[in-house]
C-alpha cells in the first residue's frame, strides 16, 4: 500500500467524517446546536460501546483483584463538601470586557488581552465548575444538589460496601464508567473537552507503604492498553506533574498524552491519592473507612491509585490514530480508518455482488448466521468498489461477497480492510475464519484446504 502525501489530519477533516458517516452529530442541531454537546450516531454509539467493553474486559474481567459498580449520578450534598468539590472545584477566569467571552486564565500563558479581539481581560475571578440541581417538585422548598462532576466519590463512599460483600483482599479495586458534569469555562476541540461527558476511573485500594509500587504498575498498564488497541506508540508518552500541579491530595499524578490533530493533550491521568478521600469521608459521615489486615494483624485506611480515563477522549483518540488517505495501486485515494477489531462499528460488512434474486437468499442467510455473533452490516446499494470505499472509510475490518460462483462452489470472498487483499473461503468455515482475526467463539469448524488467498 501506497501513502498518499495529504494534509495534515485537522479536527475539521475528523468533524466532517465523523458526520457524513454517523459518528457523532452536533447536539439540538436544528434548533442551532448546544455549545460543547454532542450526540452518538449509530456508528459513534457501536465504537464508544466498544471502547467501554475493551477497558472493562481489561481492567475488570480480566483480572481477579477488580470489581465493577454503577453509582448514582445524584448523591448527598455533603458528599461533595467531604470531598472539597463545594468549597474549592473552581478554575480562575477573566471576561473580555469588549467581546464578553470568558477565559481560563490559567491556560492564557502570557496573554493579557482577549485572544478572540485583542479587548481588555477583567480582573481574574474563581469559576465554580459543578452543575446545580434540585431535588423535589417545587424549587422553593428544594433541596440543591450537584451533577456529579466526577465517578470517583461514588466509589469511595460505598467503599466498604464493596469490600463486605465481595470479602476482597487488599490489593484489590473498583472500577466504573458513568456520566459527570462540569461547568467549564472554555470547552472544545470537538468531543475532547464538554460539559457532559463520560469516565472510565478506578480506584485501586492498597496498602501504604506499597502505593508507588501500584502507581508505577497501572501507569504501565494503562498506557499499554491504547498501544493494544492499535494507537501507534510514538503518538504517546507519559507526562510526570510536577509538584506545584499536584492536587491538594495526590502525591504523584503521571498523565498519558497523545498527540491530537490540536497537539499534545491529556488521554488519561494516573494519580496517586492516598488516604485523602477514605478519611475525608471517615471525618464528614463518621462511618469506619479503614481496613483490617489478616496477615499483618493491623488497621489501616488504605491509599488510593487512581486510573482516569474520558470515554470520549479515548473514542477521539482511537478515530484521529486510525485516520488515514491511501493510494490504492491504482492511484486512487481512499480514506480509511484503520481501527482495531475490537473497537471497529461495524465487523463485517455483507455485500452480495448484485441485488439478483438468485443472489438475495444466499447473502441473507450468511448475513443472518454472522449478525448472531457480530455486529454486521448489510449493504448492497451501488457498485462493489463504492461500497468497499464506504465501509473502508467507516473502519469495517472484513467485508463478505457473495456472488454467482458462490451459488456452484458454496464459498465467498472475504475482503481485508487493511492489505485490501481477498480470499476464497468456504461458507462453512467463513465462522471460524472471521473468528480468528475478530475474536469470540467459532461456530463452525474450517474443513482442510477450505481457504485460500485470491491471486497470491
Same mark, same amino acid.
Given at each position: 500500500?501506497?501513502?498518499?502525501?495529504?494534509?495534515?489530519?485537522?479536527?475539521? %477533516? @475528523?468533524?466532517?467524517?465523523?458526520?457524513?458517516?454517523?459518528?457523532?452529530?452536533?447536539?439540538?442541531?436544528?434548533?442551532?446546536?448546544?455549545?460543547?454537546?454532542?450526540?452518538?450516531?449509530?456508528?459513534?454509539?457501536?465504537?464508544?460501546?466498544?471502547?467501554?467493553? /475493551?477497558?472493562?474486559?481489561?481492567?475488570?474481567?480480566?483480572?481477579?483483584?477488580?470489581?465493577?459498580?454503577? /453509582?448514582?449520578?445524584?448523591?448527598?450534598?455533603?458528599?461533595?463538601?467531604?470531598?472539597?468539590?463545594?468549597?474549592?472545584?473552581?478554575?480562575?477566569?477573566?471576561?473580555?470586557?469588549?467581546?464578553?467571552?470568558? =477565559?481560563?486564565?490559567?491556560?492564557?500563558?502570557?496573554?493579557? !488581552?482577549?485572544?478572540?479581539?485583542?479587548?481588555?481581560?477583567?480582573?481574574?475571578?474563581? /469559576?465554580?465548575?459543578?452543575?446545580?440541581?434540585?431535588?423535589?417538585?417545587?424549587?422553593?422548598?428544594?433541596?440543591?444538589? *450537584?451533577?456529579?462532576?466526577?465517578?470517583?466519590?461514588?466509589?469511595?463512599?460505598?467503599?466498604?460496601?464493596? @469490600?463486605?460483600?465481595?470479602?476482597?483482599?487488599?490489593?484489590?479495586?473498583?472500577?466504573?464508567?458513568?456520566?459527570?458534569?462540569?461547568?467549564?469555562?472554555?470547552?472544545?476541540?470537538?468531543?475532547?473537552?464538554?460539559?457532559?461527558?463520560?469516565?472510565?476511573?478506578?480506584?485501586?485500594?492498597? %496498602?501504604?507503604?506499597?502505593? +508507588?509500587?501500584?502507581?508505577?504498575?497501572?501507569?504501565?498498564?494503562?498506557?499499554?492498553?491504547?498501544?493494544?488497541?492499535?494507537?501507534?506508540?510514538?503518538?504517546?508518552?507519559?507526562?510526570?506533574?510536577?509538584? $506545584?500541579? @499536584?492536587?491538594? #491530595?495526590?502525591?504523584?499524578?503521571?498523565?498519558?498524552?497523545?498527540?491530537?490533530?490540536?497537539? =499534545?493533550?491529556? &488521554?488519561?491521568?494516573?494519580?496517586? !491519592?492516598?488516604?485523602?478521600?477514605?478519611?475525608?469521608?471517615?471525618?464528614?459521615?463518621? +462511618?469506619?473507612?479503614?481496613?483490617?489486615? $489478616?496477615?499483618?494483624?493491623?488497621?489501616?485506611?488504605?491509599?488510593?491509585? +487512581?486510573?482516569?480515563?474520558?470515554?470520549?477522549?479515548?473514542?477521539?483518540?482511537?478515530?484521529?490514530?486510525?485516520?488515514?488517505?491511501?493510494?490504492?495501486?491504482?492511484?486512487?485515494?481512499?480514506?480509511?480508518?484503520?481501527?482495531?477489531?475490537?473497537?471497529?462499528?461495524?465487523?463485517? /460488512?455483507?455485500?452480495?455482488?448484485?441485488?439478483?434474486?438468485?443472489?438475495?437468499?444466499?447473502? %441473507?442467510?450468511? #448475513?443472518?448466521?454472522?449478525?448472531?455473533?457480530?455486529?454486521?452490516?448489510?449493504?448492497?446499494?451501488?457498485?462493489?468498489?463504492?461500497? *468497499?470505499?464506504?465501509?473502508?472509510?467507516?473502519?469495517?475490518?472484513?467485508?463478505?461477497?457473495?456472488?454467482?460462483?458462490?451459488?456452484?462452489?458454496?464459498?465467498?470472498?472475504?475482503?481485508?480492510?487493511?492489505?485490501?487483499?481477498?480470499?476464497?473461503?468456504?461458507?462453512?468455515?467463513?465462522?471460524?475464519? @472471521?473468528?480468528?482475526? &475478530?475474536?469470540?467463539?467459532?461456530?463452525?469448524?474450517?474443513?482442510?484446504?477450505?481457504? *485460500?488467498?485470491?491471486?497470491?
Amino acid at each position: 500500500m501506497t501513502k498518499a502525501m495529504p494534509e495534515k489530519l485537522t479536527m475539521e %477533516k @475528523l468533524v466532517s467524517l465523523c458526520k457524513r458517516r454517523g459518528f457523532i452529530f452536533q447536539s439540538s442541531e436544528i434548533y442551532g446546536g448546544l455549545a460543547s454537546c454532542w450526540d452518538y450516531g449509530p456508528l459513534g454509539v457501536e465504537l464508544k460501546n466498544n471502547v467501554k467493553a /475493551a477497558w472493562w474486559q481489561s481492567v475488570v474481567r480480566q483480572r481477579d483483584d477488580t470489581v465493577g459498580i454503577d /453509582a448514582s449520578i445524584l448523591m448527598h450534598p455533603r458528599v461533595w463538601e467531604a470531598s472539597g468539590h463545594v468549597a474549592g472545584f473552581s478554575d480562575p477566569f477573566s471576561t473580555c470586557l469588549a467581546c464578553g467571552r470568558n =477565559w481560563r486564565m490559567d491556560q492564557m500563558g502570557e496573554t493579557v !488581552r482577549c485572544p478572540e479581539c485583542g479587548g481588555e481581560l477583567s480582573e481574574p475571578a474563581p /469559576a465554580s465548575l459543578m452543575l446545580e440541581t434540585f431535588l423535589g417538585p417545587v424549587r422553593a422548598t428544594s433541596q440543591i444538589t *450537584y451533577l456529579r462532576p466526577e465517578t470517583a466519590q461514588g466509589i469511595f463512599v460505598n467503599f466498604q460496601n464493596v @469490600l463486605n460483600s465481595t470479602r476482597k483482599k487488599l490489593p484489590f479495586g473498583i472500577a466504573q464508567i458513568g456520566k459527570a458534569f462540569r461547568n467549564e469555562i472554555t470547552p472544545g476541540n470537538f468531543t475532547f473537552r464538554t460539559r457532559e461527558f463520560e469516565q472510565m476511573e478506578i480506584e485501586y485500594f492498597v %496498602k501504604p507503604g506499597t502505593d +508507588e509500587q501500584w502507581f508505577n504498575h497501572w501507569v504501565t498498564e494503562r498506557f499499554n492498553w491504547y498501544i493494544n488497541l492499535g494507537i501507534r506508540e510514538e503518538n504517546l508518552h507519559l507526562r510526570e506533574h510536577s509538584k $506545584d500541579e @499536584l492536587a491538594h #491530595y495526590a502525591r504523584s499524578c503521571t498523565d498519558i498524552e497523545y498527540l491530537f490533530p490540536f497537539g =499534545w493533550s491529556e &488521554l488519561e491521568g494516573v494519580a496517586n !491519592r492516598t488516604d485523602f478521600d477514605l478519611r475525608q469521608h471517615a471525618n464528614h459521615s463518621g +462511618e469506619n473507612m479503614s481496613y483490617f489486615d $489478616d496477615q499483618s494483624q493491623e488497621r489501616y485506611t488504605p491509599y488510593v491509585i +487512581e486510573p482516569s480515563a474520558g470515554v470520549d477522549r479515548s473514542a477521539l483518540a482511537f478515530l484521529a490514530d486510525a485516520y488515514a488517505e491511501e493510494l490504492d495501486d491504482k492511484g486512487d485515494l481512499r480514506v480509511v480508518l484503520h481501527l482495531h477489531p475490537a473497537l471497529a462499528p461495524i465487523k463485517v /460488512a455483507m455485500l452480495p455482488l448484485s441485488r439478483s434474486e438468485k443472489l438475495v437468499p444466499l447473502a %441473507k442467510e450468511v #448475513y443472518e448466521n454472522l449478525r448472531r455473533h457480530w455486529m454486521v452490516q448489510y449493504d448492497d446499494a451501488q457498485s462493489i468498489g463504492r461500497r *468497499y470505499r464506504r465501509q473502508d472509510e467507516i473502519g469495517t475490518p472484513f467485508c463478505v461477497t457473495v456472488d454467482f460462483q458462490s451459488l456452484e462452489d458454496n464459498q465467498v470472498t472475504i475482503r481485508d480492510r487493511d492489505s485490501m487483499r481477498q480470499m476464497r473461503v468456504p461458507i462453512a468455515g467463513l465462522g471460524a475464519c @472471521l473468528a480468528a482475526k &475478530l475474536g469470540g467463539e467459532p461456530f463452525e469448524v474450517l474443513p482442510p484446504g477450505g481457504a *485460500y488467498w485470491l491471486g497470491f
